[in-house]
């Protein structure tokens, strides 16, 4: 091949040309690489390992212990509705209490439940359901009284 080349080169002069530009296109990807290389080298004998495990120790910690305090956050949230919803219960089950119970009369038929009335004598159908209302000085009155 060496001499197949070097006689082309000695009958064409732009045949050398193209060899040496051809030669030098590769010489320069070479060096590239081998540039490359000697940086990736460079950069592997600096990095030290133990300090990257312990900056993701320190990470990892750091990441666990928000994820526990938002969670305690949330425990102490869900518990504080929990405790106003009783106290919301049990000062409806006072008001409840103070009422005589109703006793429900015997029904020979089935339909008989919608001819019955409300508490206020209208028919159960064109009386709209009553809202319940909150008195803050009331309940606070029963909060005291425990």
Same mark, same amino acid.
């Given at each position: 091949m060496q001499k197949e080349r070097e006689e082309e080169e =000695? $009958? $064409?002069?732009?045949k050398v040309l193209e060899n040496r530009t051809k030669d030098s296109k590769l010489e320069m990807e070479v060096l590239e $690489? =081998?540039? *490359? =290389? &000697? *940086?990736? $080298?460079q950069r592997q004998a600096n990095v030290d390992f133990e300090a990257m495990l312990r900056q993701y120790k320190e990470h990892e910690e750091e990441q &666990?212990?928000? *994820? !526990? *305090? %938002?969670? %305690? !956050? %949330? @425990? &102490?949230? @869900? =518990? %504080?509705?929990v405790q106003n919803r009783r106290l919301l219960v049990d000062s409806d089950s006072d008001e409840e209490a103070a009422k005589p119970p109703t006793k429900p009369a015997a029904k020979t038929k089935p339909t008989d439940i919608l001819q019955e009335p409300y508490k206020d004598g209208l028919p159960r159908a064109s009386s709209p359901p009553q809202p319940r209302f909150q008195d803050p000085k009331g309940q606070q009155e029963r909060n005291d009284r425990r």
């Open positions: =000695l $009958n $064409n002069p732009m $690489n =081998l540039q *490359e =290389l &000697k *940086e990736l $080298n &666990k212990r928000r *994820e !526990q *305090e %938002e969670d %305690e !956050q %949330e @425990m &102490k949230a @869900m =518990l %504080e509705e």
